[in-house]
């Protein structure tokens, strides 16, 4: 399985992007997440849905990010509204063949390449 991140891109606070993340193979039965990592900081969650829709958000996220995937296309989306200058990141998708929508990096096996999201203030 490989995954392409495609989306970022530089908008002002307040704004809103959406991030997708196509699959190579077939990943209907997998788990998929996307996560973000700042300058110094570690690789954190932000979020993850599972091969039936269930979802899982962080809290610093909620009610302002919405995770979809459309499996007949291969596709997981991150939808993000109301940014802010702290959800500057690079932000990567994975996949894992798990059935949560876990918060463990540890539990995808297979990344993408990263797309880098910027917000002004």
């Known amino acids: 399985v490989q995954l392409q991140a495609s989306g970022g891109g530089l908008v002002q606070a307040g704004g809103s992007l959406r991030l997708g993340c196509a699959a190579s193979?077939?990943?209907?039965?997998?788990?998929m997440g996307w996560f973000r990592q700042a300058p110094g900081k570690a690789r954190e969650f932000v979020a993850a849905?599972?091969?039936?829709?269930?979802?899982n958000y962080a809290d610093s996220v909620r009610g302002r990010f919405s995770i979809s995937r459309d499996n007949a296309q291969n596709t997981v989306y991150l939808q993000m509204n109301s940014l802010a200058p702290e959800d500057t990141a690079v932000y990567y998708c994975?996949?894992?063949?798990?059935?949560?929508?876990?918060?463990?990096?540890?539990?995808?096996?297979?990344w993408g390449q990263g797309t880098q999201v910027t917000v002004s203030s």
């Open positions: 994975a996949g894992g063949a798990s059935y949560y929508a876990s918060e463990n990096l540890n539990e995808y096996d297979y």
């Open positions: 193979g077939r990943t209907f039965a997998y788990a």
């Open positions: 849905i599972t091969a039936n829709g269930r979802t």
